[in-house]
């Protein structure tokens, strides 16, 4: 059944999900400001615990306003109730089928070819990675502000800059560029969390 409804506006913040972090889900979508997004991956979980991770996460969305997209066929990502897809590089053909079905469309870039593909698939963001090194990829080289602006350009729609990201980063990067890029994180809401755990078990201990 096609949505009746159009697709939520891209957030410009956004939490990528990982299976190596060690914090829970909800506690990490809970750090996040109003309005921000999350990409579920998780692909290694069996399909009924990765959609109740996914509905845990909707539900922890409709209290904070987050947009959640699933990466998967948009078949799937309409099906399990996220509001887009995160349509990964081999599936970009099925660009035509997310936006019949009203869903938000983004889709990682690493180099100017997938940048042309996310313009034709006419994705609302394009994930351009890794503008900084990562733990995610350790050893891959880093974009650079230059090389990731290029690849903005050519994208289409709104350029969001993941690999090694930070507020502060992100911040630097909107004054360099100007062109309303949105920035999204791993590592940086982990760290957000581990510091909250601390003071909250700090102001635990009794004086």
């Given at each position: 059944m096609v949505r009746r409804h159009p697709p939520?506006?891209?957030?410009?913040?956004w939490l990528f999900s990982d299976e190596r972090l060690g914090a829970g889900w909800a506690a990490l979508a809970v750090l996040l400001p109003p309005g921000?997004?999350?990409v579920l991956r998780h692909d290694s979980l069996a399909p009924g615990a990765r959609w109740r991770l996914l509905r845990r996460l909707m539900r922890t969305a409709q209290v904070r306003r987050l947009t959640v997209l699933l990466a998967a066929s948009p078949a799937l990502a309409r099906r399990w109730?996220?509001?887009?897809?995160?349509?990964?590089?081999?599936?970009a053909h099925r660009a035509v089928e997310a936006h019949r079905l009203g869903l938000l469309l983004t889709m990682p870039v690493h180099d100017a070819r997938e940048a042309r593909r996310a313009r034709r698939a006419g994705a609302a963001g394009a994930?351009?990675?890794?503008?900084?090194?990562?733990?995610?990829h350790p050893g891959a080289p880093a974009l650079g502000h230059a090389a990731w602006l290029r690849l903005a350009r050519q994208a289409g729609g709104r350029?969001?800059?993941l690999g090694g990201m930070t507020a502060a980063r992100a911040r630097?990067?909107?004054?360099?560029s100007r062109i309303g890029a949105g920035w999204a994180a791993i590592d940086a809401w982990e760290?957000?969390?581990a510091r909250r755990r601390t003071r909250q078990k700090r102001n635990a201990v009794p004086t």
């Amino acid at each position: 059944m096609v949505r009746r409804h159009p697709p939520p506006a891209l957030p410009r913040i956004w939490l990528f999900s990982d299976e190596r972090l060690g914090a829970g889900w909800a506690a990490l979508a809970v750090l996040l400001p109003p309005g921000s997004g999350i990409v579920l991956r998780h692909d290694s979980l069996a399909p009924g615990a990765r959609w109740r991770l996914l509905r845990r996460l909707m539900r922890t969305a409709q209290v904070r306003r987050l947009t959640v997209l699933l990466a998967a066929s948009p078949a799937l990502a309409r099906r399990w109730g996220a509001d887009g897809v995160h349509l990964r590089q081999p599936l970009a053909h099925r660009a035509v089928e997310a936006h019949r079905l009203g869903l938000l469309l983004t889709m990682p870039v690493h180099d100017a070819r997938e940048a042309r593909r996310a313009r034709r698939a006419g994705a609302a963001g394009a994930f351009i990675s890794p503008l900084h090194p990562t733990r995610s990829h350790p050893g891959a080289p880093a974009l650079g502000h230059a090389a990731w602006l290029r690849l903005a350009r050519q994208a289409g729609g709104r350029p969001i800059a993941l690999g090694g990201m930070t507020a502060a980063r992100a911040r630097a990067l909107d004054r360099a560029s100007r062109i309303g890029a949105g920035w999204a994180a791993i590592d940086a809401w982990e760290e957000k969390a581990a510091r909250r755990r601390t003071r909250q078990k700090r102001n635990a201990v009794p004086t």
